[in-house]
Protein backbone atom coordinates (compact mmCIF):
# COMPACT_ATOMS: atom_id res chain seq x y z
CA UNK A 1 0.00 0.00 0.00
CA UNK A 2 3.24 2.18 0.67
CA UNK A 3 4.44 1.14 -2.55
CA UNK A 4 1.48 2.30 -4.28
CA UNK A 5 1.01 5.67 -2.74
CA UNK A 6 5.02 6.55 -3.31
CA UNK A 7 4.38 5.82 -6.81
CA UNK A 8 1.64 8.18 -6.96
CA UNK A 9 2.96 10.65 -5.51
CA UNK A 10 7.29 10.53 -7.26
CA UNK A 11 5.61 9.01 -10.36
CA UNK A 12 8.60 6.77 -10.22
CA UNK A 13 8.44 2.70 -10.32
CA UNK A 14 8.42 0.16 -7.42
CA UNK A 15 12.30 -0.98 -9.18
CA UNK A 16 12.88 2.95 -9.01
CA UNK A 17 11.92 3.33 -5.58
CA UNK A 18 13.16 -0.02 -3.88
CA UNK A 19 10.83 0.02 -0.59
CA UNK A 20 12.75 -1.69 2.48
CA UNK A 21 11.25 -2.53 5.21
CA UNK A 22 12.78 -2.88 8.99
CA UNK A 23 11.02 -5.73 9.98
CA UNK A 24 8.17 -7.84 8.10
CA UNK A 25 5.22 -8.49 10.09
CA UNK A 26 2.34 -11.13 9.97
CA UNK A 27 -1.23 -10.55 9.14
CA UNK A 28 -2.65 -9.10 12.61
CA UNK A 29 -0.01 -8.04 13.67
CA UNK A 30 0.96 -4.40 14.52
CA UNK A 31 3.10 -1.96 13.67
CA UNK A 32 3.66 1.75 15.50
CA UNK A 33 7.55 2.02 14.74
CA UNK A 34 7.58 0.42 11.48
CA UNK A 35 10.48 2.02 9.77
CA UNK A 36 11.24 1.56 5.96
CA UNK A 37 13.66 3.55 3.01
CA UNK A 38 13.15 4.45 -0.51
CA UNK A 39 15.21 6.38 -2.91
CA UNK A 40 14.04 8.67 -5.55
CA UNK A 41 16.32 9.98 -8.30
CA UNK A 42 15.83 13.42 -7.31
CA UNK A 43 15.73 15.17 -4.25
CA UNK A 44 12.12 16.53 -2.83
CA UNK A 45 12.42 20.68 -2.03
CA UNK A 46 9.26 20.10 0.58
CA UNK A 47 9.21 16.86 2.80
CA UNK A 48 5.87 17.48 4.75
CA UNK A 49 4.20 18.14 1.26
CA UNK A 50 5.13 14.56 0.60
CA UNK A 51 4.61 14.05 3.93
CA UNK A 52 0.56 15.03 3.55
CA UNK A 53 -0.04 13.54 0.34
CA UNK A 54 1.43 9.93 0.97
CA UNK A 55 -1.32 9.96 4.65
CA UNK A 56 -3.86 11.30 2.07
CA UNK A 57 -3.96 8.12 -0.33
CA UNK A 58 -3.16 5.82 2.35
CA UNK A 59 -6.27 4.62 3.69
CA UNK A 60 -7.19 5.03 7.29
CA UNK A 61 -5.21 1.94 9.00
CA UNK A 62 -2.17 2.87 7.62
CA UNK A 63 -0.55 6.01 8.50
CA UNK A 64 3.66 7.81 8.01
CA UNK A 65 3.87 8.66 11.03
CA UNK A 66 7.49 10.49 10.25
CA UNK A 67 9.79 11.26 6.89
CA UNK A 68 13.19 12.47 7.19
CA UNK A 69 16.08 12.56 4.46
CA UNK A 70 19.10 10.16 5.97
CA UNK A 71 22.52 9.20 4.71
CA UNK A 72 22.21 7.87 1.30
CA UNK A 73 23.95 4.32 2.60
CA UNK A 74 21.26 3.76 5.02
CA UNK A 75 19.72 0.57 5.00
CA UNK A 76 16.47 0.50 7.29
CA UNK A 77 16.57 -3.38 7.96
CA UNK A 78 20.65 -4.48 7.57
CA UNK A 79 21.52 -1.15 9.67
CA UNK A 80 18.45 -1.93 12.48
CA UNK A 81 20.52 -2.78 15.60
CA UNK A 82 17.34 -3.35 18.09
CA UNK A 83 13.89 -3.85 18.15
CA UNK A 84 10.85 -3.63 20.58
CA UNK A 85 8.10 -5.49 20.37
CA UNK A 86 5.11 -5.55 23.07
CA UNK A 87 2.30 -8.28 23.32
CA UNK A 88 -1.04 -7.47 25.10
CA UNK A 89 -3.23 -10.03 26.47
CA UNK A 90 -6.59 -9.29 28.06
CA UNK A 91 -7.03 -10.53 31.57
CA UNK A 92 -11.11 -10.98 32.33
CA UNK A 93 -13.39 -13.48 32.19
CA UNK A 94 -15.21 -11.41 29.25
CA UNK A 95 -13.28 -9.73 26.50
CA UNK A 96 -13.41 -6.35 25.84
CA UNK A 97 -14.90 -5.55 21.96
CA UNK A 98 -13.21 -2.55 22.00
CA UNK A 99 -9.60 -4.88 22.55
CA UNK A 100 -10.10 -7.43 20.29
CA UNK A 101 -7.70 -6.61 17.35
CA UNK A 102 -5.04 -5.49 19.74
CA UNK A 103 -5.12 -8.10 22.47
CA UNK A 104 -5.38 -11.78 23.01
CA UNK A 105 -8.11 -12.55 25.76
CA UNK A 106 -7.08 -14.89 28.61
CA UNK A 107 -9.59 -15.50 31.16
CA UNK A 108 -7.23 -17.61 33.62
CA UNK A 109 -5.82 -16.13 36.52
CA UNK A 110 -1.82 -15.43 36.08
CA UNK A 111 0.76 -15.89 38.52
CA UNK A 112 2.50 -12.59 37.28
CA UNK A 113 6.07 -13.42 39.92
CA UNK A 114 6.47 -16.81 37.94
CA UNK A 115 5.99 -15.44 34.07
CA UNK A 116 8.62 -12.44 35.45
CA UNK A 117 11.15 -15.43 36.52
CA UNK A 118 10.72 -17.48 33.24
CA UNK A 119 10.97 -14.32 31.17
CA UNK A 120 14.47 -13.62 32.64
CA UNK A 121 15.70 -16.68 31.54
CA UNK A 122 15.15 -15.53 28.08
CA UNK A 123 17.75 -12.71 28.70
CA UNK A 124 21.09 -12.65 26.65
CA UNK A 125 22.30 -14.96 23.69
CA UNK A 126 20.78 -17.64 23.20
CA UNK A 127 20.37 -20.14 20.32
CA UNK A 128 15.98 -19.59 19.27
CA UNK A 129 15.89 -23.02 17.17
CA UNK A 130 13.28 -24.22 19.30
CA UNK A 131 10.89 -21.15 19.36
CA UNK A 132 11.60 -20.15 15.89
CA UNK A 133 8.93 -21.03 13.61
CA UNK A 134 10.12 -22.62 10.21
CA UNK A 135 11.23 -19.98 7.55
CA UNK A 136 13.41 -19.39 4.86
CA UNK A 137 15.24 -17.28 7.03
CA UNK A 138 15.63 -19.57 9.77
CA UNK A 139 16.48 -22.22 7.48
CA UNK A 140 19.34 -20.66 5.96
CA UNK A 141 20.85 -18.36 9.41
CA UNK A 142 22.42 -18.91 11.96
CA UNK A 143 19.51 -18.98 14.89
CA UNK A 144 21.46 -17.41 17.91
CA UNK A 145 19.89 -14.30 18.84
CA UNK A 146 20.40 -11.38 22.15
CA UNK A 147 17.38 -10.74 23.92
CA UNK A 148 18.30 -7.10 25.74
CA UNK A 149 15.31 -6.68 28.03
CA UNK A 150 11.96 -8.83 28.94
CA UNK A 151 9.37 -7.02 31.17
CA UNK A 152 5.85 -7.79 31.87
CA UNK A 153 3.91 -4.49 32.95
CA UNK A 154 0.28 -5.35 34.74
CA UNK A 155 -2.07 -2.82 34.42
CA UNK A 156 -5.19 -4.66 34.72
CA UNK A 157 -7.10 -6.01 32.84
CA UNK A 158 -4.36 -5.19 30.42
CA UNK A 159 -0.74 -7.64 30.91
CA UNK A 160 2.15 -6.17 28.21
CA UNK A 161 4.92 -8.39 27.66
CA UNK A 162 7.99 -5.83 26.52
CA UNK A 163 10.67 -7.29 24.71
CA UNK A 164 13.54 -5.82 23.23
CA UNK A 165 16.66 -7.18 21.09
CA UNK A 166 18.96 -7.31 18.30
CA UNK A 167 16.67 -9.38 16.48
CA UNK A 168 14.10 -11.78 16.11
CA UNK A 169 12.61 -14.87 13.96
CA UNK A 170 9.43 -15.98 12.46
CA UNK A 171 6.65 -16.14 15.75
CA UNK A 172 10.17 -16.03 18.20
CA UNK A 173 7.82 -13.20 20.36
CA UNK A 174 4.57 -15.20 19.78
CA UNK A 175 5.74 -18.21 20.80
CA UNK A 176 7.51 -16.83 23.84
CA UNK A 177 4.53 -15.54 25.53
CA UNK A 178 2.67 -18.09 25.20
CA UNK A 179 5.22 -20.17 26.67
CA UNK A 180 5.19 -17.44 29.65
CA UNK A 181 1.67 -17.79 29.68
CA UNK A 182 1.43 -21.55 30.93
CA UNK A 183 3.68 -20.71 33.46
CA UNK A 184 1.86 -18.01 34.72
CA UNK A 185 -1.68 -20.57 34.67
CA UNK A 186 0.79 -22.82 37.23
CA UNK A 187 1.05 -25.64 34.17
CA UNK A 188 4.41 -25.32 33.43
CA UNK A 189 7.40 -23.56 36.17
CA UNK A 190 9.74 -20.82 35.06
CA UNK A 191 12.85 -23.63 34.52
CA UNK A 192 11.13 -24.66 31.93
CA UNK A 193 12.18 -21.65 29.50
CA UNK A 194 15.57 -22.76 30.12
CA UNK A 195 15.18 -26.97 29.06
CA UNK A 196 12.93 -25.47 26.08
CA UNK A 197 16.23 -23.46 25.01
CA UNK A 198 18.82 -25.81 25.85
CA UNK A 199 16.36 -28.74 23.62
CA UNK A 200 17.00 -26.65 20.52
CA UNK A 201 13.80 -28.59 19.34
CA UNK A 202 10.52 -26.30 18.18
CA UNK A 203 8.45 -29.93 18.31
CA UNK A 204 8.74 -29.63 21.93
CA UNK A 205 7.45 -26.30 22.32
CA UNK A 206 4.64 -27.36 20.08
CA UNK A 207 3.62 -30.17 22.89
CA UNK A 208 3.15 -27.45 25.66
CA UNK A 209 2.00 -24.23 24.07
CA UNK A 210 0.00 -23.09 20.66
CA UNK A 211 1.72 -19.88 18.94
CA UNK A 212 -0.02 -16.49 20.48
CA UNK A 213 -2.85 -14.94 18.29
CA UNK A 214 -1.13 -12.17 15.82
CA UNK A 215 -3.63 -9.27 17.19
CA UNK A 216 -1.89 -8.75 20.54
CA UNK A 217 1.86 -8.13 18.91
CA UNK A 218 3.21 -4.79 18.04
CA UNK A 219 6.27 -3.55 16.55
CA UNK A 220 7.13 -0.67 18.74
CA UNK A 221 10.20 1.05 17.82
CA UNK A 222 13.57 -0.16 15.92
CA UNK A 223 16.75 1.64 16.75
CA UNK A 224 19.22 2.77 14.70
CA UNK A 225 22.93 4.45 14.92
CA UNK A 226 22.73 8.07 15.09
CA UNK A 227 25.34 8.36 12.23
CA UNK A 228 23.15 6.68 9.56
CA UNK A 229 20.33 9.31 10.59
CA UNK A 230 22.12 12.48 9.91
CA UNK A 231 20.47 14.52 7.32
CA UNK A 232 22.58 14.45 4.05
CA UNK A 233 25.07 17.48 3.21
CA UNK A 234 23.27 20.18 1.53
CA UNK A 235 20.48 18.56 2.25
CA UNK A 236 18.24 21.56 4.00
CA UNK A 237 17.05 20.81 7.11
CA UNK A 238 13.99 22.82 7.11
CA UNK A 239 12.63 20.57 4.55
CA UNK A 240 12.76 17.53 7.57
CA UNK A 241 8.94 16.44 8.80
CA UNK A 242 9.53 15.75 11.63
CA UNK A 243 6.23 14.11 13.91
CA UNK A 244 7.85 11.71 16.13
CA UNK A 245 11.44 10.20 16.98
CA UNK A 246 11.04 6.55 15.80
Known amino acids: MIEDALMKVTRCTR ?3 LVVAASRTDAGVHAWGQVAHFVTPFCFERLDRLHLSLNGILPQDIRIREIAAAQPNFHARYYAHKKMYHYTVYVAAVMDPCQR ?3 WHV ?3 LNIGAMTEAAQFFVGVHDFTTFANSSKDSVQRDLAREILSFNIVDEAP ?5 VEGTGFFYKQVRNMVSLLLEVGK ?3 PPRSV ?3 LASHDRTKLARVCVTAPPQGLCLISVSY ?3 FLAAPRKFHLESTHHLHHV
Not at 158 to 162: A, G, N, P
Open 15 to 17: KDL
Open 101 to 103: FYA
Open 107 to 109: RES
Open 158 to 162: ILRFE
Open 186 to 188: GIL
Open 194 to 196: CDL
Open 225 to 227: DEI
